[in-house]
């Protein structure tokens, strides 16, 4: 492409996935540390409420289906490629949701019915992210033991539901999103996004789906990590890790779930990672099973570990970096680090960015479709005409290393409105 841009009958639950925080209030006759301490749980702002709307089923759901007033999976074998786990996978992106004031909480309120018992069980569980207004999107956060805390306070806010059902009797009747501003979480991103050195399995399964609904495709290009707190939506690069292989690094969108876990994400500090926190960050669940022994050598689901993947990588992915065989790779999680810049959404597929302003430049990375990505900086380079629009301006992207034509940036200026010269 060019440049351019259980039971008989079920079991009724109704959960509410979290409750709402207490808020504390202070007292004047308080020690001054009591105080503060009241006051760092206190909520700034009054929350804002909605019920999502669960009719609406969009290309960015994977084998979900509304119908009789209530959300279900459409396949009850279904799976995606890489986990080889989780059948009756179903998940549902909700539409974002704006708000008139900062938050970083988020509360989720699930209406479901799931049926259980020994032989069969279902989960449906609340994601929630967010990003503020030209900034990028938070990772996913599960709201399901309580509120959900964001790293940064965001402006727009969005949930996803996941159910994994094999009866096919699970149904989600209503969600209730509640967003408050309380206080800034304890830990935030580092300068500079998180690397590890970890092992990389190909992906393969051409024809297969992926967890965000994608169809492989030979030669195909993106990475399958096992969580889905770093999940793309179909078609975007939102979440994106570089690998850098013996030969070159490419920068690669997560649009799968896997190899063998499905709630790993060891990239994240021990104490937030949704499984596994006796593990050190950087450390995948199947490496330790797998050297180590750790969980009696065995993954998540309980299946006996035979490598010690952290990575699948597409087929196209795993040939560029210069693997001829599974093998070590070090990856970095581009979402982790400090989002600087300013976002701007893009258009085009196969948008090739380049490791110097000019289309003579060694291509780092290809967007496959319009996504959003931060801008650090713009430079004046190579001049370059795409449907009749020419233009010389380039935008450096961070989370990619390099440049990309302004052309591609989807608003009306050439020059990017609010960015600084590199």
Known sequence: MTDRARPAYPRRTTAALALLACVGVAVATSPAGAADAQKSTRVESAPAS??????????????????????????????????????????????????????NRVVAELAADTPSNADADAEVVVDVRGRSAGGAWTEWIPADRGPAVLPRAVTTVQARITLWDTTGKARVTGLRLTAEKGAAPRASAGATAFSARVFATREGLVGGTTANGHIIKPNDHFVALPSRRGLSPNGSSQYSVQVCGPARC????????????????????SPTREMFKDLPQGRPEAQAAYENGYNGGKDGSGRTVLNPAGIDLADGTFYNVGLNDNGWVTVTYLWTGDQTGKSFPTWGTDVRIRQQATTASPEVARLPGPTTVNVKCQVHGQRITVDGITNDGWSYLPAYGGYISNIFIDVVEAWLPGVPNC
């Open 250 to 269: 490419e920068t690669a969108p997560v649009w799968d779930v896997g190899p063998w876990n499905i709630k790993d994400d060891y990239w994240n500090p």
């Open 50 to 103: 909605w019920s999502a709307d669960l009719t609406r089923i969009t290309s960015d759901d994977v084998n979900v289906r509304h119908t009789q007033g209530a959300l279900s999976v459409r396949s009850t074998t279904f799976r995606p490629a890489s986990a080889e786990t989780g059948r009756g996978y179903g998940t549902q992106v909700l539409a974002p949701r704006e708000l008139d004031a900062p938050v």
